[in-house]
């Protein structure tokens, strides 16, 4: 994909003051539009591969109602490849940054330097360049020596699919099973074994323990 003219922007966080103080600093670029807001990680992919939308990059929140920004990451770039994702975080940390890299985002922006970051990290992203704030430059050389010292590859950083994610963040904002059948578009009884498959691999008993897990992943806020 060349470079658009114009960048076609679609903003995803579930905080309205947030979303408009950052809007304003992307819409006073002239190379930088937003054309599209959501407040939640599911709206943003509905919004995103809607036909004919022309989103070239999707800016999402990590922590959202219903989905988060990483799990609305790996949705938006597994359906339609041309679209730049950038992640947005309140968290320093490096599980967050690595998790968004693998989860097909160009790059990691921290919302404490957002004003500071994001034209730049917009810009990189639409080069095909990746957009890594100093502490996450440190982490991936960090990483990358510890491995190679270890001979060892990358660990899964998370047991649980991105379905089982989806899941126990559903089950963490207090939806039934029929809710999150409805929700998913599948059948209560496989919400129900997915269910038990996550308690199994966690080595915990009940909703309150999953609802405890997904605050710790920043699933959902406290």
Not at 111 to 135: H, I, Q, S, W
């Amino acid at each position: 994909m060349g470079i658009p003219l114009v960048t076609s922007i679609l903003l995803a966080d579930d905080h309205p003051l947030f979303r408009q103080g950052l809007r304003q600093v992307l819409d006073r670029e002239a190379d930088l539009r937003v054309v599209a807001e959501a407040s939640d990680g599911a709206e943003a992919v509905q919004l995103a591969l809607a036909p004919d939308a022309g989103i070239h990059l999707v800016l999402l929140d990590v922590s959202m109602p219903r989905m988060t920004g990483l799990q609305a990451a790996r949705e938006i770039t597994r359906a339609n490849t041309e679209i730049r994702v950038l992640i947005l975080s309140m968290h320093d940390d490096e599980q967050y940054f690595f998790e968004a890299i693998e989860a097909g985002a160009s790059g990691y922006v921290l919302k404490t330097a957002a004003d500071r970051d994001v034209v730049n990290a917009c810009r990189a992203a639409m080069r095909g360049e990746p957009f890594l704030y100093p502490g996450a430059v440190r982490a991936l050389v960090r990483d990358y020596l510890e491995r190679a010292r270890r001979g060892e590859s990358l660990p899964s950083r998370e047991p649980l699919t991105p379905r089982e994610l989806e899941i126990v963040k559903l089950i963490a904002e207090a939806h039934t099973n029929d809710q999150i059948a409805e929700l998913l578009s599948i059948s209560k009884k496989t919400v129900e074994r997915h269910r038990a498959n996550m308690l199994e691999k966690l080595g915990m008993t009940d909703r309150v323990e999953l609802t405890r897990y997904a605050i710790r992943r920043g699933l959902i806020e406290p």
